[in-house]
């Protein structure tokens, strides 16, 4: 399994009056992610039904890569936005391929 992927979903919730600010916030992480080291994937899904609900769908060539990312200026400081924006805690998810 040395050579697995990391697969991640993020959930994160807007608050109703903020989805517009979150959207574009969120938006702005897309260009910068995708140039790291170690990203495969990166995509953000806005959901139909529910327009408070963000998913990010991830793929990293490993938890090192995962675990840059997390700690890169434009996360940081998203996440430092972030906060009055959200309704709860995003909720971060790693998945591996099913053995």
């Keep these: 399994m040395s050579n697995a992927t990391v ?10 009056d903020q989805v517009r600010e979150l959207q574009a916030l969120l938006h702005c992480l897309l260009e910068p992610t995708r140039k790291e080291p170690g990203c495969i994937h ?23 890569a995962l675990d840059a990312h ?8 998203a996440l430092a936005q972030a906060q009055s924006l959200l309704a709860t ?8 391929d099913s053995i």
Excluded: C, G, M
């Design 7 to 16: 697969k991640v979903v993020a959930r994160i919730t807007a608050r109703p």
């Design 42 to 64: 990166y995509q953000l899904l806005w959901n139909r039904a529910d327009p408070t609900d963000f998913t990010f769908v991830e793929e990293w060539a490993d938890d090192a």
């Design 70 to 77: 997390l700690l890169t200026p434009h996360v940081q400081n």
């Design 89 to 96: 805690a995003p909720d971060i998810r790693r998945y591996s």
